[in-house]
């Protein structure tokens, strides 16, 4: 995240994955970033003209920080502790962020329908798959990553990969996600994948189905008569 007089918060930077999720113009959108970390999506939104983010984390430790570089930035970012497993979203965003989390939850397929559910226009997911950098993890030869990457598969490891911080024990193929968002739900028009430039995994950005015009024919010609 840059910061005023040349500065800048450490890690990685995620401005091409910003690039990639967010139009240039996003006036008077809302956008609710789920696992916000220091909230760096939640300032590039409102950079952009959004009214209203939201960053939500189970972590407080990262959402003090968050809330801190918002006062420097002079951005007016709203920063919660939140738990997706635990608690409904009460409210709908027209932007629903899901990054690189999915994948460490211990039921995804529940969050999933959760984040749908209140998603005015588009849901945004960073999945883990069976990429470079996940199937050395998983121990899969070239031939089984190859195999499982083409197939809509949900693959649950046997004990998890875990790191200092976090346990990962999904991954999930980006034609298992429009199967579930575009098929199952019926609730999305269209889900474009593309690789992440984030650990070698992809994005998905699902569309909700929009009804542009609605003829309603009713009385004896609607009923057959």
Request: hydrophobic share 35%; proline share 4%; charged share 30%.
């Given at each position: 995240?840059?910061?005023?007089?040349?500065?800048?918060?450490?890690?990685?930077?995620?401005?091409?994955?910003?690039?990639?999720?967010?139009?240039?113009?996003?006036?008077?959108?809302?956008?609710?970033?789920?696992?916000?970390?220091?909230?760096?999506?939640?300032?590039?939104?409102?950079?952009?003209?959004?009214?209203?983010?939201?960053?939500?984390?189970?972590?407080?430790?990262?959402?003090?920080?968050?809330?801190?570089?918002?006062?420097?930035?002079?951005?007016?970012?709203?920063?919660?502790?939140?738990?997706?497993?635990?608690?409904?979203?009460?409210?709908?965003?027209?932007?629903?962020?899901?990054?690189n989390l999915l994948h460490h939850l211990r039921n995804p397929l529940t969050a999933l329908e959760?984040?749908?559910?209140?998603?005015?226009?588009?849901?945004?997911?960073?999945?883990?798959?069976?990429?470079?950098?996940?199937?050395?993890?998983?121990?899969?030869?070239?031939?089984?990553?190859?195999?499982?990457?083409?197939?809509?598969i949900l693959y649950a490891s046997r004990n998890g990969t875990s790191d200092r911080r976090n346990?990962?024990?999904?991954?999930?193929?980006?034609?298992?996600?429009?199967?579930?968002?575009?098929?199952?739900?019926?609730?999305?028009?269209?889900?474009?994948?593309?690789?992440?430039?984030?650990?070698?995994?992809?994005?998905?950005?699902?569309?909700?189905?929009?009804?542009?015009?609605?003829?309603?024919?009713?009385?004896?010609?609607?009923?057959?008569s």
């Amino acid at each position: 995240i840059d910061l005023p007089y040349g500065l800048a918060t450490g890690g990685t930077d995620r401005s091409p994955t910003a690039r990639t999720i967010f139009p240039d113009d996003m006036t008077g959108k809302t956008v609710l970033d789920l696992g916000c970390k220091f909230g760096f999506f939640c300032f590039e939104a409102l950079k952009r003209g959004a009214k209203r983010a939201v960053g939500v984390d189970v972590d407080p430790y990262s959402l003090e920080r968050a809330r801190r570089l918002a006062d420097c930035l002079g951005l007016d970012a709203t920063f919660e502790r939140y738990d997706i497993e635990q608690e409904p979203i009460r409210e709908r965003f027209d932007y629903v962020l899901c990054l690189n989390l999915l994948h460490h939850l211990r039921n995804p397929l529940t969050a999933l329908e959760r984040l749908a559910a209140v998603t005015d226009e588009r849901l945004i997911l960073e999945s883990a798959t069976m990429g470079r950098h996940d199937r050395q993890r998983l121990q899969l030869s070239p031939f089984e990553t190859l195999v499982l990457r083409r197939r809509p598969i949900l693959y649950a490891s046997r004990n998890g990969t875990s790191d200092r911080r976090n346990v990962q024990k999904f991954f999930i193929t980006p034609t298992a996600i429009e199967n579930l968002l575009r098929y199952q739900s019926n609730a999305f028009a269209r889900v474009d994948s593309q690789p992440s430039d984030h650990k070698d995994r992809y994005i998905s950005v699902a569309h909700r189905r929009r009804i542009g015009e609605l003829v309603v024919v009713a009385g004896a010609t609607g009923s057959g008569s």
